[in-house]
């Protein structure tokens, strides 16, 4: 009596014939899933903020000196080595009051430091400062710095501004939160 065989199962050769259309299509699946991935990092992590030029910044001067109200609130969120709020009252061009971290400075020569005319000085200050191609801001010999600024439209005061310098701790950020013209 002859022996029954089940020919219901499909060879090995058949079994590996179908299956590597599958493993091609996941390994690619794969690698498009890793570019994507890189490609997504780098475009959420790249930063909005142009680059600032001594010319934005003289045009941005400019502005505020035509249009700047001698009369304002800025409330300010800085970053940084020592991150926090600033608030900064100016009528008629002097500071009337300020706090930082909620709390007024006791030495009032202080105040002054967040008002927009002083912003300014201080992004004059780090241009020279970046100038210096042996120590910037007093970095390690050979450090680069990068400087990122928006200032706004009509009134020109910087509304963003970030210093980077490379491979150090001496990044310094601050973003106005609130500008609120006095008249």
């Excluded at 219901?8 to 259309?21: A, D, H, K, Y």
């Excluded at 091609?24 to 890189?38: E, P, R």
């Excluded at 709020?85 to 020569?109: F, L, Y």
């Excluded at 970030?162 to 701790?169: H, K």
């Amino acid at each position: 009596m002859p022996i029954a065989t089940d020919n219901t199962q499909p060879s090995s050769r058949s079994r590996r014939s179908r299956l590597r259309p599958l493993v091609l299509g996941i390994g690619l699946g794969l690698v498009v899933a890793v570019f994507a991935g890189f490609a997504l990092a780098i475009w959420l992590g790249r930063n909005p903020l142009p680059r600032i030029t001594r010319a934005n910044l003289e045009a941005a001067i400019e502005r505020w000196e035509k249009h700047g109200p001698a009369s304002y609130n800025i409330d300010l969120m800085l970053g940084g080595k020592r991150p926090g709020p600033i608030h900064v009252e100016v009528r008629k061009g002097e500071v009337t009051a300020m706090t930082r971290d909620g709390v007024t400075p006791s030495q009032r020569r202080t105040w002054g430091y967040w008002t927009v005319p002083e912003q300014f000085e201080t992004l004059r200050a780090d241009f020279d400062s970046a100038d210096d191609s042996e120590h910037p801001f007093g970095a390690p010999a050979g450090s680069q710095s990068v400087m990122r600024a928006e200032f706004d439209a009509e009134l020109g005061y910087p509304k963003q501004y970030q210093r980077q310098v490379l491979g150090t701790d001496l990044d310094v950020q601050w973003e106005v939160t609130r500008f609120e013209a006095i008249r």
